[in-house]
């Protein structure tokens, strides 16, 4: 089912599988499953450590197993079982504000430099960032194309620059004089980068931000998106978000939200 209809999440539904395989067995017949058997291996996973969310994880994938059962025609699948869910831990709310952005920028190495602007202000996936060819820059328009089938929800991507995010474009082309052949817009000394969590850890430490994850950049960018006044649909096609429901779940209300409604209120209030 993957396969066919080319879902990227492909390795993380196998690794799902794998754990499923490993406490029911391969000859296990979905028929014979039980919801008791099932509440037995949330029990097992939950004593090997794993997370919530994770257990929840592999079950989706076990429903998605009985619904395509159920759904062939004739039927491989006559009964499907309860298949409780896990109470998960609220989203994470790691976000920067510009001052720790600044303090970042300054501890991470050169050529990660740029990334973190990238990121900050745009809210892109690192994979999308890191993959970012110059064939995808349209400098003189102003603007920077994602083709469909390269981003995580398969759908292409126009934005368009800001100052500060074309600033760091032009820095890059002017760097690329001394890597013509090197097709990435970021990249370590002509080569794609891979993998730079050490490097990352070690700034984050620096600047005072141990457990900061470059995922949180993302967070920060809709954050900051929607409190300059971006209307949400504009700011999910900046970031590259699908559905609205994984975007609320980053736009994270904090107290001084709260805090700044509250006096927006009072200026804006009947006066006594």
Excluded at 7 to 20: A, D, Q
Excluded at 45 to 73: H, K, V
Excluded at 122 to 131: N, V, Y
Excluded at 228 to 245: E, F, L, P, Y
């Amino acid at each position: 089912d993957y396969d066919f209809r080319e879902r990227k999440s492909k390795r993380r539904v196998g690794n799902c599988i794998k754990h499923l395989i490993v406490f029911f067995g391969e000859k296990q017949r979905a028929s014979s499953l039980s919801t008791t058997q099932i509440k037995e291996y949330m029990r097992d996973r939950q004593s090997q450590g794993a997370a919530n969310g994770t257990i929840n994880r592999e079950l989706a994938a076990l429903r998605r197993m009985f619904s395509l059962g159920a759904n062939e025609d004739p039927p491989l699948v006559h009964h499907v079982p309860y298949l409780p869910k896990m109470k998960e831990a609220q989203p994470r709310q790691g976000f920067l504000t510009h001052g720790q952005y600044s303090k970042l920028h300054e501890a991470l190495p050169d050529y990660l430099k740029p990334i973190l602007t990238f990121a900050y202000q745009t809210g892109w996936r690192k994979a999308e960032i890191l993959g970012l060819e110059w064939g995808n820059i349209h400098l003189k328009e102003g603007f920077i194309e994602l083709n469909p089938g390269t981003t995580k929800n398969d759908e292409g991507r126009k934005v368009f620059l800001d100052d500060l995010v074309r600033k760091v474009i032009t820095n890059q082309l002017r760097g690329r004089m001394n890597y013509p052949r090197c097709p990435y817009v970021f990249h370590r000394n002509g080569h794609r980068i891979g993998s730079f969590r050490k490097a990352w850890a070690k700034a984050c430490q620096e600047a005072g931000l141990g457990g900061l994850l470059f995922h949180d950049l993302r967070r920060t960018a809709v954050r900051d998106m929607v409190r300059q006044g971006i209307h949400d649909k504009v700011a999910m096609k900046i970031t590259g978000h699908k559905t609205r429901s994984v975007f609320d779940r980053y736009n994270i209300i904090s107290e001084d939200d709260l805090r700044a409604a509250a006096q927006k209120r009072s200026e804006n209030g009947i006066r006594s």
